[in-house]
C-alpha cells in the first residue's frame, strides 16, 4: 500500500453533527492495520482531544494541537510555537471597547475571563472545562516569562469579530494567522506554524515518511496547506469551497461517515 500514514482534521471532518464519533467510524478505524498510524490534527486543546484518540485506540499516536502550535508524542509536549505576550496584551487592551469574548490556550490550560455564552458552548462542544480568570490576572501571571499563547480563541458577533481581525491584520498579518472557522469565531495562532508545519515535523523527526505517503482529510481554510501537499488530501463534502477545489478526492459529508467511507475505499475494508 501507497500510504502510510493517516492525519485526520476533526470538527466538520471527523465527527458527526452530534460532534461524536459514528458507529460505522469506530468500525472502520477498527479494522484499519495495526502498523498504519492516525494522528488526529485539529485547532482543539490536548484534553479535547484525547478522549476521541481512546475511543478510537490510537492514544498511543501523537497529538497534534492547536493548528499545529503544540505536538504531543508519548505525552510529552513537543514543537510548540506560542503567540507572544506582548501581541496578546495589545488585543486585550482592544478589546476593552469591542467586548469580543476572548480565551486564552496554552498547553492544557484554557483561560475565560466570564462563563458567558461563549465559553459554555466550547465546554459542551469539547468537553474540557475552562478556568475562570479575568485576562488581566493571567497576563500579569504570564508576564515575567513572557508566556504567550498557544491558540486564542475570539467569539462574539460577526461585527465585533470584524473589528478584531481588522485589528489583528493590521497589526499583526506577518506573525499571526487568522482562521474565521464561523462569521462568530476567530481562531488566532503563531504564523510560523501550521498543520503542514506540524505534519513534517512529525514526517521528519518520528515516522520517517513522505508527504507523498500521507492520507489528510480536513474541510475547512486551516487544512488547505496540509490537505494540499499530501499525498492524498481529502475534502469531506460540506469543506469550503476552497479546500473542495484543491482536494484530491472529495468524500461524503461529516454527518455521512465521509472519513470512514473513502478509508473504507482506499483500504478495501469490508
Not at 481512546?54 to 498511543?60: D, P, R
Not at 488566532?188 to 489528510?216: M, Q
Request: net charge negative; aromatic share 8%.
Amino acid at each position: 500500500m501507497k500510504y502510510k500514514i493517516i492525519f485526520s482534521d476533526i470538527d466538520g471532518t471527523l465527527l458527526n453533527k452530534d460532534r461524536k464519533l459514528s458507529q460505522l467510524t469506530l468500525e472502520v478505524f477498527g479494522k484499519l492495520p495495526e502498523d498504519l498510524p492516525v494522528v488526529l490534527i485539529s485547532s482543539r486543546m490536548p484534553q479535547a482531544m484525547t478522549h476521541l484518540q481512546e475511543e478510537l485506540n490510537i492514544a498511543h499516536q501523537p497529538l497534534i494541537c492547536y493548528n499545529g502550535a503544540l505536538i504531543y508524542i508519548n505525552g510529552k509536549p513537543l514543537g510548540s510555537k506560542e503567540i507572544p505576550w506582548k501581541i496578546i496584551d495589545d488585543l486585550h487592551n482592544f478589546n476593552q471597547n469591542t467586548a469580543c469574548h476572548l480565551s486564552l490556550y496554552n498547553g492544557t490550560d484554557w483561560y475565560v475571563p466570564q462563563m458567558d455564552e461563549w465559553a459554555k458552548r466550547e465546554e459542551n462542544n469539547t468537553r474540557v472545562t475552562p478556568q475562570v480568570k479575568p485576562i488581566n490576572d493571567v497576563l500579569k501571571a504570564w508576564e515575567p516569562a513572557k508566556t504567550g499563547a498557544h491558540k486564542i480563541m475570539c467569539m462574539g458577533t460577526a461585527e465585533k469579530i470584524n473589528a478584531v481581525e481588522k485589528h489583528l491584520f493590521e497589526r499583526y498579518n506577518d506573525r499571526l494567522h487568522l482562521y474565521r472557522s464561523k462569521d462568530t469565531y476567530l481562531e488566532v495562532t503563531n504564523k510560523e506554524v501550521s498543520k503542514l508545519t506540524a505534519v513534517n515535523y512529525l514526517l521528519k523527526t518520528h515516522f520517517h515518511y513522505s508527504l507523498e505517503e500521507t492520507i489528510a482529510f480536513g474541510d475547512n481554510f486551516n487544512d488547505f496547506e496540509m490537505l494540499k501537499a499530501a499525498g492524498m488530501g481529502i475534502a469531506v463534502g460540506n469543506a469550503k469551497p476552497e479546500i473542495l477545489e484543491i482536494a484530491r478526492q472529495v468524500t461524503h459529508h461529516n454527518t455521512e461517515d465521509g472519513v470512514a467511507k473513502s478509508l473504507q475505499e482506499i483500504f478495501k475494508l469490508n
